[in-house]
């Protein structure tokens, strides 16, 4: 299975396959539309349970949030065609191009992960203007590829980083954009891990 920037895989920065054919996002949808359809709390197979309790939900963390979503959303789905260009919306379009273009044709997804994930805000760091970076600790104690067998993880705590940007869209509007995904982010281990592994003891 193709494999992008999601908890436990690699940076946004890393390089993707530069053979893969691209495909334009459905230009008829606005933002709200694509807001209104994506799956916040996750699917049937891959369920998101949200913990809202300790960071205020801003307009920059509801994009994190909306980002997030729609990578696990992705890691769900076998049919990539349809999700991929929804990501146009939701992320830079440096990062668009760069990490999820390419795999728009993308065949080879038929081992989707399955849930159910926990997630919950843990900081924001300003970064310079117009730049923030919203921090997730995520309990992925039982999210797995459907081919493995069900089994709790042993290091179940994962943190999740989404550098935001204030931008421009396409509509004319300025919104905050995903542009980078640590995936795992081990930079800021040393200030959430022990809240993170704490916290993440969740039970389906």
Not at 173 to 196: F, I, M, T
Request: hydrophobic letters at 35%.
């Amino acid at each position: 299975m193709v494999v992008l920037a999601t908890a436990g895989c690699t940076d946004t920065d890393e390089p993707v396959n530069p053979g893969a054919s691209a495909s334009s996002a459905p230009t008829s949808m606005t933002f709200d539309e694509v807001y209104r359809i994506l799956p916040m709390d996750g699917t049937r197979d891959l369920p998101i349970s949200w913990d809202l309790s300790q960071v205020q939900d801003t307009d920059e963390i509801l994009a994190a949030r909306r980002s997030l979503a729609f990578l696990k959303w992705l890691d769900a789905s076998t049919d990539w065609p349809s999700v991929i260009p929804i990501g146009r919306f939701l992320f830079t379009e440096r990062s668009y191009q760069a990490t999820l273009e390419p795999f728009i044709n993308a065949t080879d997804t038929n081992d989707p992960r399955i849930g159910p994930i926990w997630v919950k805000t843990v900081g924001v760091e300003t970064n310079g203007p117009d730049q923030v970076t919203v921090t997730f600790c995520t309990d992925i104690g039982y999210w797995r590829n459907t081919s493995e067998k069900s089994q709790v993880r042993r290091d179940r705590a994962n943190l999740e980083s989404y550098e935001m940007h204030y931008v421009q869209t396409s509509d004319g509007q300025r919104r905050w954009l995903a542009d980078r995904v640590s995936a795992n982010d081990g930079k800021r281990g040393p200030k959430y891990d022990a809240e993170c592994t704490k916290w993440a003891q969740h039970q389906p």
